[in-house]
DNA sequence: CGATTTCCCTGGCCGC
DNA sequence: TGCGGCCAGGGAAATC
């Protein structure tokens, strides 16, 4: 399930390939939760951006890029513009849990079907822009470019979602209105963290899968954070001690799945189409029954607001 | 208003 | 081999 590193890692492979490019058709699946894509049509993509587990893309009307040329320059960190330009409209896209993006070459793009595989059996939607096309089945968004790549976005199970909006204006995005600091920014401190933990009673995963109190942990990076700091999911407090292991463990984990280039279970892919490695690392999450790499013991399986949980009852005792 | 539960989706897997 | 049932889970909506 794409969280933050699988994010990042397909953010960062796209940013490069995909800035200055002009959006000249777009094509989505017939749900609400996609439709938006097609209000893009006639934009530029002038930056890629991440805040969270959300992909938001920055388009104008009129890309124009800091050293005055029409092409960008290729090169910030984390998504870091170097355009001069705010941009007219974003695009917010949560890729869910079977999200997928990725960007096809002219060769695929027009013209003769493309082969999916005897498995697929996609059926032809093939429009006058897009040309005679086989699409995925599980295919939700494209957008063909000017160029005549085609950005193409796949999502088995539609838990992800697609939104144009006012650059900044995320009321309709009630997850990414409120969302929690990155974790690597400076204002996400092991005493930020303890504070916001004590304004709620909730169980600690709860509040950390909630968003809210920093931004991007899933299931998997949650269980491994919390594993590492020997913070027990349901303690609803942290000793100070403990809020400085966290916030460690918390920011170790992700830049751990980045450098990993995300962790693949099974659905994830990058932009590339690659698996990830950072599931080959993971000391916690999926290994229930199995003994905790840090006491001996026998790490369990429980359920904290109706996801599965692996902790261990040894050394993540509640305080 | 905050906390909790339900629902959306589909493919993989298990047992019979 | 076929099939019913269950599980995975991010986030929004409904309910408590």
Not at 24 to 31: E, L, N, P, S
Not at 82 to 89: E, G, R, T, V
Not at 125 to 139: E, N, S, T
Request: charged share 20%; hydrophobic share 35%.
């Amino acid at each position: 399930m794409p969280e933050l590193p699988e994010v990042e890692t397909i953010r960062a492979q796209l940013e490069p390939i995909l800035s200055g490019a002009t959006i000249a058709d777009a094509w989505t699946f017939g749900t609400q939760k996609f439709a938006q894509a097609t209000e893009v049509v006639g934009l530029s993509i002038i930056d890629i951006r991440r805040r969270g587990k959300y992909l938001i893309i920055g388009l104008s009307s009129c890309a124009r890029f800091a050293d005055g040329s029409d092409t960008p320059e290729i090169g910030g960190a984390y998504g870091t513009p170097d355009i001069a330009d705010i941009p007219d409209i974003e695009m917010i896209i949560h890729l869910g849990m079977t999200g997928r993006l990725s960007v096809a070459p002219p060769n695929e793009s027009t013209g003769e079907s493309v082969d999916f595989g005897s498995d697929f059996g996609g059926a032809d939607f093939g429009g006058a822009d897009f040309g005679a096309r086989v699409r995925h089945p599980h295919r939700r968004a494209e957008w063909l470019l000017s160029d005549d790549r085609i950005i193409e976005f796949t999502d088995t199970r539609r838990f992800g979602r697609i939104a144009v909006v006012e650059p900044g204006q995320y009321s309709s995005l009630a997850t990414l209105a409120h969302l929690g600091p990155e974790p690597f920014d400076d204002e996400f401190t092991p005493e930020f963290l303890r504070a916001r933990l004590h304004q709620s009673t909730q169980a600690i995963k709860t509040q950390l899968m909630s968003q809210r109190v920093v931004a991007g942990l899933g299931n998997i990076y949650v269980d491994e954070a919390l594993w590492a700091a020997r913070v027990n999911p349901r303690s609803t407090r942290v000793t100070k001690a403990q809020s400085v292991a966290l916030h460690d463990s918390i920011v170790s984990s992700l830049e751990a799945g980045i450098r990993n280039g995300g962790t693949t279970l099974r659905d994830y892919r990058d932009a590339t189409g690659a698996s990830g490695n950072n599931q080959l690392t993971l000391k916690c999450y999926g290994r229930s029954g199995l003994p905790c790499l840090h006491c001996g013991g026998t790490l369990a399986r429980t359920v904290i607001s109706g996801r599965s949980t692996t902790f261990c009852p040894l050394c993540q005792r509640r305080k």
